[in-house]
C-alpha cells in the first residue's frame, strides 16, 4: 500500500528516530525527520503538504510544549501525535483536537493506529461534529 503520505519525525535520540523512519516507511509513508525543533520548524514550513506530525516533548533549543505552541500559532491543521515518557503529556494534548498522546515507550502498532486514525480522510470531519455535541 503507497500512500505516499508525508509525517515529519521530531526526536532528539537519533535511535527512536531512525526506528520510526525505518518503521514508517516500510509502511509506505514519506518521512521527513528532524532532531531539533527549529529543523523541524524549517521542513515543515518547507513541506507544507505533511499530514501528520511526531513530536518528542524533550527536544533541544524548545520544549515541546513551546513547539506545539509554535505550531498552532500557524493556524495549519495538521494532527500531531506527542511521544514522550513525562507524565504530563496529556495535560498537553487535552482540549486540544490537534494533537494525541503516546506515552513512551509504545509499541509501534499503537503508533500505526493512531497514525491511520488521524489520516483518515474524514477524520476532521469527525472532530468538528464531535464539537457540535458538546
Known sequence: MQNNQKI???EDDPEVLALYKSYLQKRGYQVLSASGALEAMNLLQSNPDTRLIL???NLPG????EWI???LQQGKQTPVVVASGKGDILTIT???NM???LTKPFHMEELQELIEVLLADDWHEQVSV???LH
Open 94 to 96: 487535552k482540549g486540544n
Open 130 to 132: 464531535d464539537k457540535k
Open 62 to 65: 524548545m520544549s515541546g510544549e
Open 8 to 10: 515529519l519525525a521530531i
Open 55 to 57: 513530536l518528542d516533548l
Open 99 to 101: 494533537t494525541a498522546a
Open 69 to 71: 505552541a509554535w505550531y
